[in-house]
């Protein structure tokens, strides 16, 4: 099926083009917008032109303004629209108008704490108190860009009022249509919204499309002619949201056995403004942080406070990635500081079925992690490698004066595990709708299955719903379709934490199996509907989450090796290998892609890529220069799947939660420097190597 084109070429008459007009300051409150003269045909567009709600309603509560009535949040934020038919004239005019701002002073902008988790399990005290050794660190992420394909775009096309057509690259268009309907204050059954081009996102397109959209969807309506809003991979790139920043600093004390005894864990993330997606990504983090790991008894302080600068997250994992990064860079400095080989150590102390995670899910099967250890380690020679490596770092801690006159490359292997959920924590419905997943199918007279779901469907997912209906109706000619002006289209929510392959697809499962027992007896059309319905349970402090969200989960181990040149410092990948357990795995050859591109993008994310925010801004020669890591700069990766039975789930997040982590390892063995951040560039390898062969093994962070 031919693939959707993107916002940019598609081509209308009497269209208008869009440019932001956007805050000049960090933090303060809008003044005025002076433009000069407009000529006939342009216009601009404030928030006293926005004819319903003045705000789209993030999940979570988080209200995002379409434009600032006074209060500036970041710099960048856009303050108005400014409409025109010639986009080189609009460009023109743009850089005359001027958005006047009273900057806040910057005593004003303290961070504040906007979500907080605060637990408790066991004797946390009297573990240390028994600790034979005990090991800490801080461990950091910094922000990062999700680098989509394309810029972030929108066509809006008004039809009779109130009806409105959208052109929108959106993992959510049901999000769009819900913050569309309550702008233009009409009904979502006249609002259609078309996903356009949607490529590699990284989950960077859940809510800013919806935002992009009802800001031209309302120069649309008060033109009456279609308008096109396109941002510059600049304007993407400078006031787009990045991954939240975290600082997650873990203390264990340690048995005479090497287990964990107990684990004091303090988590701080920076949400950026307006704090979208706060309590999942914060309890995702914290979920991350203990990894996978028997702790005894814990002790967690979890932190999300707001910033002036553009909102954050959610990215891959929604807080996984951070969180697992700690978790597994910890256990490695575990492992070392008892000098173990780290995945022994994983062996013996990772949790079995019947422990339960720290929000109290319990864990109903046997994890297959012996096996994925074993068979993730057999697949890159990993233990004669660690023996090997861990030898020469013997050596060399032992007479450091051998750093001083090295020219061979320092080589190391790092390994890591980790697991992911297929759904969201908490229950978040748009407004109006009962359930977070919906889907209805149709089998027709003539054979073909018609589903109607508001999911950005791609060629995975159909596939996916092919093989089943052919497997249990024996027909595989599908219709889909995401919009209809008479009934209304089932809310199947957003495609991100694998929904796609889980959720949604054991929707269409049970579908078909309902058909199947009908249409024996009911003539044809018969037309099923499905919903999920989230199973609640209480935790942390009197939340309700969502107890499938956890159960049953996805797993994965990576193992990477590295080595590094002493005269240039620059790190080379010499090998990536993943093992997962996924359930079935319903098109292989579409698992392996995913995977393989995960894995690239993994080490992007983990070997330099990194967003520095000074006063606000982020310099906006960075985009040129921002590194990302080809799929010709490393290895094809391994990749196995462990076969088992059982439903398919997700596993598109676990390169993102494992990589990081044992590329981190590996180059903290080879140059024996206990790493605990991502990424790590040059500079931060510059700083360990000098470090070491001016003062010898010393203990500390770059």
């Known amino acids: 099926m031919e693939k959707p084109p993107f916002v940019d070429d598609i081509a209308v008459k009497n269209c208008l083009w869009g440019i932001l007009l956007r805050s000049p300051v960090r933090a303060g409150r809008l003044k005025a917008i002076r433009t000069p003269r407009l000529p006939s045909g342009v216009s601009l567009v404030q928030e006293r032109d926005v004819p319903g709600k003045k705000t789209i309603t993030c999940p979570g509560g988080a209200e995002i303004p379409l434009f600032p009535g006074t209060e500036l949040s970041y710099y960048g934020q856009p303050a108005a629209l400014l409409l025109g038919p010639d986009p080189a ?204 790991y028997n702790h005894g008894s814990v002790k967690l302080l979890a932190q999300g406070y707001t910033s002036p600068i553009p909102p954050a997250g959610p990215m891959a994992g929604f807080g996984l990635v951070q969180g697992f990064f700690a978790a597994e860079r910890h256990a490695s400095q575990i492992a070392d500081t008892l000098e173990e080989d780290p995945a022994e150590w994983r062996k013996i102390f990772f949790l079995r079925r019947g422990k339960k995670l720290l929000p109290g899910i319990e864990i109903r099967e046997d994890p297959p992690l012996e096996e994925l250890l074993d068979t993730v380690a057999a697949m890159g020679d990993y233990r004669r490698k660690w023996a090997a490596n861990e030898l020469l770092r013997k050596n060399r801690r032992n007479e450091p004066s051998r750093w001083k006159n090295i020219h061979e490359p320092f080589r190391g292997i790092g390994i890591s595990l980790a697991c992911q959920g297929g759904s969201f924590l908490y229950d978040s419905p748009l407004p109006g709708s009962k359930t977070t997943g919906a889907v209805e199918l149709t089998l027709e007279k003539d054979g073909v299955l018609e589903i109607r779901t508001t999911f950005p469907w791609g060629e995975n997912q159909l596939q996916g719903w092919r093989t089943l209906a052919e497997r249990i109706l024996g027909v595989d000619n599908l219709r889909i379709r995401t919009w209809d002006g008479e009934k209304p289209i089932p809310e199947s929510g957003p495609a991100c934490l694998s929904r796609g392959i889980t959720t949604v697809t054991a929707l269409v ?151 990081p982590g044992a590329y981190a390892q590996a180059l903290s063995q080879a140059l024996d420097y206990p790493f605990q951040k991502f990424p790590i560039d040059s500079r931060d390898i510059w700083t360990a190597i000098q470090n070491l062969r001016s003062a010898g093994i010393r203990e500390g962070t770059p």
């Open 89 to 292: 004239k609009l460009r023109e005019l743009a850089d005359q108008c001027t958005v006047a701002a009273e900057p806040y002073p910057d005593t004003a902008l303290e961070e504040t704490v906007l979500v907080e988790r605060n637990y408790s399990g066991g004797d946390t005290e009297s573990a240390f108190e028994k600790a034979r050794t005990v090991v800490e660190g801080t461990y950091s992420a910094d922000f990062l860009d999700p680098w989509p394909s394309d810029p972030l775009g929108v066509l809006a096309l008004p039809g009779p009022e109130p009806s409105m057509r959208i052109h929108v690259p959106s993992q959510w268009p049901g999000f769009v249509r819900n913050s569309l309907a309550q702008v233009l204050n009409c009904k979502e059954n006249s609002i259609q919204v078309e996903v356009s081009r949607l490529e590699i996102h990284l989950d960077g397109r859940i809510w800013p499309p919806a935002l992009l959209a009802c800001q031209a969807a309302v120069g649309a309506r008060i033109r009456g002619k279609p308008v096109k809003l396109v941002l510059t991979r600049e304007e993407d790139f400078l006031y787009s949201p990045k991954t939240v920043r975290s600082e997650i600093h873990i203390q264990s004390a340690l048995g005479i056995h090497g287990q964990i005894l107990g684990s004091r864990i303090n988590i701080r993330a920076n949400l950026g403004s307006h704090g979208v997606f706060a309590n999942e990504i914060l309890d995702r983090i914290a979920l991350g942080a203990l990894g996978v």
């Open 509 to 659: 499962e049970k579908a078909c199996t309902a058909i199947r027992k009908q249409r024996f007896r009911d003539p044809l059309p018969i037309t099923v509907r499905r919903y999920y319905h989230p199973s609640k349970v209480q935790s942390w402090e009197q939340s309700l989450y969502d107890e499938n969200a956890l159960s049953p989960l996805s797993w994965g181990t990576a193992v990477v090796e590295v080595e590094v040149d002493p005269v240039e410092y620059v790190p080379g990948i010499r090998g990536i290998w993943m093992a997962l357990e996924g359930g079935t795995i319903l098109t292989e050859a579409r698992a392996r892609k995913t995977i393989a591109r995960g894995c690239v993008q993994a080490l992007s994310w983990a070997m330099g890529e990194r967003i520095e925010y000074r006063e606000g801004k982020i310099d906006p020669r960075a985009v040129e220069s921002y590194p990302l890591l080809g799929t010709g700069e490393i290895p094809p990766p391994g990749i196995d799947f462990l076969w088992s039975q059982g439903s398919p789930r997700g596993i598109g997040d676990l390169p993102f939660v494992t990589v």
